[in-house]
């Protein structure tokens, strides 16, 4: 019943390694988004995806690498973490040629150690 | 990145006040929203905004679109333990959506 779901919710990781994070919508949008929430709680886009096609990238490092499979699916991999990228990890959807209101989904809380 | 001025930070009231908000922006928005955020959740749209000069209500909650296009403001009236959390104004002018610095509100019992 979940709108836009993420998977998983925490994630606790040691500097170096590389990690996953899924989302998936079943709102029928064509568009994706993830987004960065830092500790003051700023909300960052990172990427944005529309019919699988890249429309926007916020001078994110090489390090994170998004990839979208399908219209439903934007994936999140992150190589080589560091500790500053712990923030929690929001992703979005909308129809773009609507009124391209953006969904979010729960979060994902990364803490890299 | 740009991020919208939102004020105040924080609030501080009782139950039953009426709650005033506002963000400000050196650009120009075609789009308003106001979103809230509950912990540990992702933000949930409340309301949105097309047109400068707009008024919408959603219950209890009152957003206008500011006739510069460069500022929103949301009211909320009698507010209840419920409406605890951060409330973020968004504006967009391309694809893009800009988010506020957040408002925490914060009912005093």
């Known amino acids: 019943d979940t709108a836009v779901s993420q998977t998983p919710k925490y994630l606790v990781t040691q500097m170096g390694n590389d990690k996953s994070i899924k989302c998936e919508q079943n709102l029928g949008h064509d568009t994706m988004y993830w987004y960065k929430q830092d500790s003051k709680k700023f909300l960052k886009i990172m990427f944005s995806y529309n019919n699988k096609e890249l429309i926007i990238n916020e001078t994110v490092p090489n390090r994170f690498s998004p990839k979208s499979p399908d219209k439903a699916h934007l994936n999140l991999h992150i190589n080589s973490l560091e500790l500053g990228d712990s923030a929690v990890y929001f992703c979005?959807?909308?129809?773009?040629?609507?009124?391209?209101?953006?969904?979010f989904g729960a979060g994902t809380r990364l803490s890299v150690l | 990145g740009q991020q919208l001025n939102q004020s105040p930070q924080s609030m501080f009231i009782q139950e039953g006040e009426d709650v005033s908000m506002n963000c400000t922006s050196s650009?120009?928005?075609?789009?308003w929203l106001w979103y809230k955020q509950d912990p540990g959740e992702g933000p949930v749209l409340l309301i949105a905004l097309y047109k400068a000069g707009e008024l919408t209500s959603n219950g209890r909650l009152t957003a206008q679109f500011g006739i510069t296009r460069k500022d929103s403001f949301l009211n909320i009236s009698a507010s209840i333990p419920s409406d605890v959390g951060i409330y973020f104004c968004a504006g967009r002018g391309n694809e893009k959506l800009t988010f506020g610095t957040g408002t925490r509100l914060t009912i005093i019992p």
């Open positions: 650009s120009i928005f075609n789009t």
């Open positions: 979005a959807s909308s129809q773009r040629v609507a009124k391209n209101i953006q969904y």
